[in-house]
């Protein structure tokens, strides 16, 4: 059975950090995203080696991958009041929970 378990969320002021981490069991794939609501954020693939992201985010946010501990990341920097959201961990057609991310101006 896969699942993803998103967590790293929490309160912060604007201009903080936090690192969200989606653990992945199951089975691994080639490639990962981040969803906040319905938007899309980011992605990595080919293991990776290639990554895409929003352009609300980009310069800020990166997604990585550890295939080793099968956990992807998403390092997020100089946060905004509009980067409050639930974020999602999405592989093929499996979802995460969500973990609550909430940016005070």
């Known amino acids: 059975q896969v699942q993803l378990v998103e967590s790293g969320g929490g309160s912060v002021q604007a201009g903080d950090s936090l690192r969200l981490s989606c653990a992945v069991s199951?089975?691994?794939?080639?490639?990962y995203a981040w969803f906040r609501q319905r938007e899309f954020v980011a992605s990595t693939s080919w293991g990776g080696?290639?990554?895409d992201y929003a352009d609300s985010v980009k310069g800020r946010f990166t997604i990585s991958r550890d295939n080793a501990s099968n956990t992807v990341y998403l390092q997020m920097n100089n946060l905004k009041s509009d980067d409050t959201a639930i974020y999602y961990c999405?592989?093929?057609?499996?979802w995460g929970q969500g973990t609550q991310v909430t940016v005070s101006a």
């Open positions: 199951g089975r691994s794939f080639n490639a």
């Open positions: 080696a290639s990554t």
């Open positions: 999405h592989a093929l057609d499996s």
